[in-house]
């Protein structure tokens, strides 16, 4: 739950790259819906270079034990378009 993903496209700019990633790991730390202070990055690459940012927290024992993902409702996910989307961070 939580998973963000961001693409360097073949034409696309480094420096922007990095600011983006760097937007998005303030998010997590400070205005993400489940409270956390860390973050996982993975890099990859797929004709394009991507990087997929995870939020690091505690996990739920059902999930630990039984692999039982939390799903994110409607009204989760739009509150974290907006937030993403405000002049905080992407607008």
Partial sequence: MGELNVT?????????FADTIQ?????ILHDF??????YNLFFY???HIHVKLFPRYMAS???????ITHIMDDESSKNIISTLTSARYFG
């Fill in 33 to 38: 819906p489940i409270p956390c202070n860390s």
């Fill in 8 to 16: 360097l496209k073949t034409d696309g700019r480094t420096d922007t």
């Fill in 45 to 47: 690459h797929m004709k």
């Fill in 61 to 67: 024992p059902l999930y630990m034990g039984y692999r």
């Fill in 23 to 27: 937007k998005i790991a303030n998010y």
